[in-house]
């Protein structure tokens, strides 16, 4: 019997990179990776570092330190030409037309007039803009922009994709449309890295989630690896029972109201049935549910916890 080989799957690294203006510190040894077909939401507050961690992939500010591989190689030019890149600042020219800036950003990335003009044809039609190809670009609104600027990320039919805050001023149907586009890439094997400040929208698309704070990478992994800790929660609503009616429970760790239910922060050694009974004996059920925590609040304690001393 012949045996098969596992070859791993090229990967997008970002190792230790560290970035100082003068005593400001915009990178601390910040680390991640990003696996071919896999969508990685990049978070943090304004002035974490995020922006700064994708110019330098770009090549568009050198690190002080550390590294930016792909397959395990260093970032070259050439590789470069492979990326599909999104600028938080839209980098399109205000006075230019749609299709021509297209197609010349098109034949930048080394493609011929026929194939430039065939993917500006089809990413136009794909992101709704196709009627707006002969306006300036300073003539459209800014969700239209946004989607001419989505475009010129992907006109190259790029090998990894580098978002700054792609959704940005999108309306409802054009984040569909967007988050179609992004899982496409994915599945076609496309690393994707984006950052965005709308968590819920993060949270139900990516694969995994890197939350950033001062420069510094403070919880990397899927959503779901985020949420496990020490504690969970217990949302109960029983609409008789008193103040204080879960005090003395085992395993309580806090407790408080929530639009006129009852939070329980359990740990490990809590008994839910203990807790269910004695909400029973206070008068009528109308909810008992574990809850887990939503990745803003994942992010909200992340970005809120006190630095090590």
């Not at 496409?184 to 094997?189: I, K, P, T, V």
């Not at 984006?194 to 919880?219: K, N, P, T």
Request: a negative charge; aromatic letters at 4%.
């Amino acid at each position: 019997m012949r045996a098969w080989a596992i070859v791993p799957s090229p990967r997008l690294e970002l190792d230790s990179l560290s970035k100082r203006y003068g005593d400001v510190v915009a990178l601390d040894e910040c680390s991640f990776d990003v696996g071919a077909g896999e969508l990685f939401g990049f978070v943090g507050s304004n002035g974490a570092g995020k922006t700064t961690a994708m110019r330098i992939v770009l090549g568009v500010l050198e690190a002080d330190a550390g590294h930016v591989r792909w397959d395990g190689a260093a970032i070259t030019e050439s590789t470069r030409r492979r990326i599909g890149y999104m600028p938080e600042e839209r980098g399109l020219y205000p006075r230019m037309k749609v299709g021509e800036q297209l197609v010349y950003l098109a034949r930048l990335h080394g493609l011929s007039p026929a194939a430039a003009a065939k993917s500006v044809d089809a990413w136009t039609e794909r992101l709704g803009v196709a009627a707006r190809r002969d306006d300036d670009v300073q003539k459209l609104s800014l969700g239209n922009q946004q989607r001419v600027q989505l475009a010129a990320a992907l006109i190259h039919d790029p090998e990894i994709l580098v978002l700054d805050e792609p959704f940005s001023g999108l309306d409802p149907v054009a984040v569909d449309v967007m988050s179609e586009v992004l899982r496409e890439r994915c599945d076609a094997g496309a690393p994707v890295v984006f950052s965005s400040h709308q968590l819920d929208l993060v949270e139900r698309l990516c694969d995994r989630v890197g939350i950033v704070r001062d420069g510094a990478m403070v919880a990397v992994g899927a959503v779901d690896e985020l949420r496990t800790g020490k504690t969970e929660r217990l949302i109960i609503d029983a609409p008789q029972a008193p103040d204080g009616w879960a005090d003395g429970l085992h395993g309580i760790v806090n407790s408080a109201r929530r639009n006129g239910a009852t939070m329980l922060e359990i740990d490990s050694t809590a008994d839910d049935q203990q807790v269910l009974q004695a909400a029973l004996s206070t008068g009528p059920v109308h909810r008992f549910a574990r809850e887990r925590p939503s990745l803003t609040e994942l992010f909200r304690h992340a970005v809120s916890a006190e630095q090590p001393s």
